[in-house]
């Protein structure tokens, strides 16, 4: 079945999975000794830093992700500190996304430890995607010793919301027909896409709940909140046609340019480099993928063609990134030596960007410091 026939037809069988506090549940997977206890993924607190992750235990407290390190702190003086264990992560999101596999090849990875899956044609042929769906958390659960919550529904957007409603270790199925009845009495702040800032905006025009939102027309929510008031006035009535897009589905992205003239002049070829890094940078942006390998091809004056790639142990995202391994792989050619006809770098091994996110929030983060319970922890 091809992506239009599913954008048509309106009993697709979407299941959101989402792990359970992921970071903090594999911590206590492989330490027993943090289980049943408030355990904080992240930052330093001593330091400044964030929360990535905390276990329902800590959540009792009012804790939740992105929220100062010393913050959670004063909420919870108890709470244990771990830092992040990207590696460790990924090897067990790996172990579950080779589970949707064999479900499906329809799976949008949303980050590290989430993913949609179309289920409408599946490759166990079965019809019920909440039998599916327990399918997979089951499986999950016997790989990995944790747990996954599922939301089952028709779109995208009735399905991430599903899987929010019953967890940790939960199911939620939202069928055609209750949808507009369930987001009635849903609060908007709820709807995935609405932000802290629309969801204010949204209550100074009286718009609270599901059923405020659908009393205004399509033209007044496209004057109010600009492009995004046409996608409000789909979901509000269940409506969602984006597609479970796999990023497998990308092989790679190149861009390469034959020079107005062979040159062997170094800096004119640095320049033009920098200049293909660009264009991947925003090629990369606008399909909201990384990629891991790097090729880079050169063709000199005499028409034979050499490639050089790399593949990196973290995915890139941008030009300067791209432009220092480059740098790398010019090493191994005829570069300033030969002249240059044609030069073209390609980025492969492409994942959703929003992969590299926890990455990204980890940066500042403390790399060495031992995991401290905070019982009389002093500031
Ligand atoms: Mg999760």
């Known amino acids: 079945m091809d992506a239009a026939t599913h954008v048509m037809n309106p009993l697709r069988k979407i299941i959101h999975i989402d792990m359970d506090a992921f970071f903090a549940s594999v911590e206590q997977l492989d330490n027993p000794s943090l289980r049943g206890k408030p355990v904080i993924v992240g930052g330093n607190p001593l330091k400044r830093g964030v929360v990535a992750a905390c276990s329902y235990e800590a959540r009792q407290f009012g804790i939740h ?3 100062p390190s010393s913050k959670a702190v004063r909420l919870c003086p108890q709470a244990i500190f771990t830092p992040p264990r990207i590696k460790r992560y990924k090897e067990i999101s790996d172990e579950v996304m080779s589970i949707f596999s064999q479900f499906t090849e329809m799976i949008e990875p949303l980050s590290l430890d989430e993913a949609y899956l179309d289920v409408t044609v599946n490759k166990l042929k079965n019809p019920s995607a909440t039998r599916l769906a327990e399918i997979i958390r089951g499986r999950i659960f016997s790989a990995t010793g944790l747990t996954a919550s599922a939301g089952v529904s028709y779109n995208k957007f009735l399905a991430k919301i599903a899987s929010d409603l019953d967890k940790p270790n939960g199911l939620h199925v939202i069928l055609p027909d209750e949808a507009v009845s369930f987001l009635d009495t849903l609060a908007v702040g ?25 009393q205004f027309s399509k033209a007044d929510l496209l004057l109010h909140f600009g492009k995004s008031g046409a996608f409000f006035f789909d979901i509000v009535r269940g409506r969602d046609d984006r597609t479970v897009t ?16 062979d040159t062997s002049d170094t800096k004119e070829i640095s320049d033009i480099l920098y200049y293909l890094a660009e264009k991947l940078e925003q090629a990369l942006l606008r399909k909201e993928c990384c990629g891991t390998t790097i090729t880079l091809k050169v063709r000199y004056h005499d028409f034979i063609t050499i490639t050089r790639s790399s593949t ?3 995915p890139v995202l941008t030009a300067q990134e791209i432009f220092s391994e480059v740098n790398r792989l010019k090493q191994t050619t005829e570069i300033g030596r030969k002249k240059i006809r ?8 492409l ?6 996110k926890p990455v990204q ?11 401290f319970e905070h019982q009389g922890f002093q500031k």
């Open 65 to 67: 992700s992105a929220m």
């Open 190 to 214: 709820k709807f995935h896409g609405v932000g802290k800032v629309t969801e204010k905006k949204m209550a100074n025009l009286g718009i609270r709940f599901g059923r405020d939102l659908r």
């Open 246 to 261: 796999s990023t497998r589905e990308r092989k790679s992205i190149g861009s390469e340019t034959t020079l107005d003239q």
């Open 312 to 314: 990196l142990s973290s």
């Open 342 to 349: 044609l030069l073209g770098i390609t980025v492969s091994k």
């Open 351 to 356: 994942s959703d960007r929003n992969l590299r």
């Open 361 to 371: 929030l980890l940066l500042p983060f403390e790399k060495k410091y031992r995991v």
